[in-house]
């Protein structure tokens, strides 16, 4: 049996997840990562992407947007700013919102904020494929 | 004496005040459970980032960044937490008095308003209003304290203003409530807990960086959780205002009906006494 370690995603206006797993996997602003349990004790500044959260009884998958996180060898935690559930997700809006950030960012003219719009892109995108 | 009739009036407006701050105190007791349970659902993660942004700070005392150093010029800002609406007690002039009570003078002190009590009180003692959220303290959710933050940062960062404050009601439990006052920047570096002392901690990006986007992120979350408390507090200020009304009335109505009894029975007296001296001048 894999080894296990603690994992709190915390959300400012809820507890998102609590729990033991053996892997968490996830996108930092320096690229993907895994974590297995005693890691070394690092923080990471989360990019918007997919969490997925290997507990005994199998995959858990989740849209996590932006935050940070603390490894420690024994516990983990994520403080998401926004956090989201497969069945939480509006595939049409996550959709459109998709849609908008290319056409803002292929039309780009000065007053266009390009790191805001390809954060919304990443975050719509995670959106969608999480639900795929 | 007055008459019957005055007494009377005067107890039924008593009574229909009575019903009014009733039914006033047991919506704010509903709103009050609301707020507390969200303002408890907000505290871990509170409590995780300040704890983890004492650690970075405790441990790279020594980094250079704007947002951790005292800048010469500028104004002061603070952010004003107050209600919308009035009836509830000291509520919003405890953190008038706490923002006019600055040792700051007025003329360098730019006022970011969240709650229209808050705003109109200290506009007219002529303090600078530079922003007003107010629209959102009846229902504060994280993206609003993200707008709050951003314009802050956004002023700080082009040298408008050298230091932030937050004067907000913390909400210890029902019945107290406590008009607060903090610094959210430059951030004051705090000390180091011996917990943490022993897990030496690498940052992915370096720390200069990673300080860069935390920051952030962490006044987003005071600024937050002091919402959750202001609208927790002010629902108790205005439930605890509401039970002393009411049993104020209560008070009233009981010595008003007093009265009224007291004047019916002088009334009926002076009848019988007039109908027996009338008997009496008739035989």
């Known amino acids: 049996m894999a080894e296990l370690m603690k994992l709190q995603v915390i959300c400012p206006d809820r507890m998102f997840y609590e729990g033991e797993v053996s892997m968490v996997e996830l996108n930092t602003t320096e690229g993907e990562i895994g974590i297995y349990p005693k890691h070394i004790p690092m923080t990471c ?41 497969p069945h939480e997700i509006d595939v049409d809006r996550a959709e459109a919102a998709r849609g908008r950030a290319e056409e803002r960012i292929r039309t780009r003219d ?6 805001r719009a390809e954060t919304a892109l990443q975050r719509a995108v995670a959106r969608i494929n999480i639900i795929k | 004496m007055a008459s019957m009739r005055d007494i009377k009036r005067r107890k039924t407006s008593i009574q229909s005040t009575q019903q009014i ?32 942004v004492n650690a970075m700070l405790a441990k790279s005392g020594n980094i250079k960044h704007p947002y951790l150093q005292a800048k010469d010029s500028g104004k002061t800002a603070i952010v004003v937490i107050t209600s919308n609406r009035g009836l509830a007690g000291g509520y919003n002039n405890n953190i008038i008095k706490l923002v006019t009570g600055f040792e700051v003078p007025k003329e360098d002190t730019l006022i970011y308003t969240v709650g229209t009590k808050g705003r109109d009180a200290l506009s007219k003692r002529g303090y600078e209003i530079k922003a007003d959220y107010s629209e959102i303290v009846e229902d504060p959710i994280y993206s609003d304290a993200q707008i709050i933050s951003r314009d802050l940062l956004e002023a700080f960062e082009q040298g408008e203003i050298k230091e932030i404050y937050l004067a907000y009601t913390f909400f210890k439990n029902t019945v107290s409530h406590e008009p607060r006052r903090i610094k959210l920047l430059p ?5 180091e807990t011996s917990e943490e002392k022993s897990i030496p901690m ?74 027996i001296a009338g008997a009496d001048a008739i035989s």
């Open chain 1, 45 to 85: 500044i989360i990019a918007p992407g997919v969490l997925t959260i290997t507990e005994a009884e199998g995959l858990k998958n989740a849209a996590l947007h932006s935050g940070f996180i603390q490894i420690l060898p024994e516990k983990v935690t994520i403080l998401a700013e926004a956090a989201e559930w």
């Open chain 1, 110 to 115: 000065s007053k266009t904020d390009i790191a």
């Open chain 2, 21 to 52: 701050t009733k039914a006033m105190k047991l919506t704010s007791t509903v709103k009050l459970q609301k707020a507390r349970a969200r303002a408890e659902q907000s505290k871990p993660y509170f409590d995780f980032m300040y704890e983890t």
């Open chain 2, 187 to 191: 951030v004051e570096t705090g000390e």
């Open chain 2, 202 to 275: 690498n940052y992915e990006p370096e720390e200069e960086e990673a300080l860069d986007m935390i920051i952030p992120k962490y006044i987003t979350s005071i600024v937050y959780g002091a919402l959750m408390q202001a609208v927790a507090s002010e629902n108790g200020a205005r439930m605890q205002a509401m039970d002393s009304a009411t049993s104020n009335a209560e008070e009233m109505i009981d010595s008003l009906s007093l009265l009224y009894n007291r004047a019916r029975q002088g009334s009926i007296t002076q009848e019988l006494t007039e109908i």
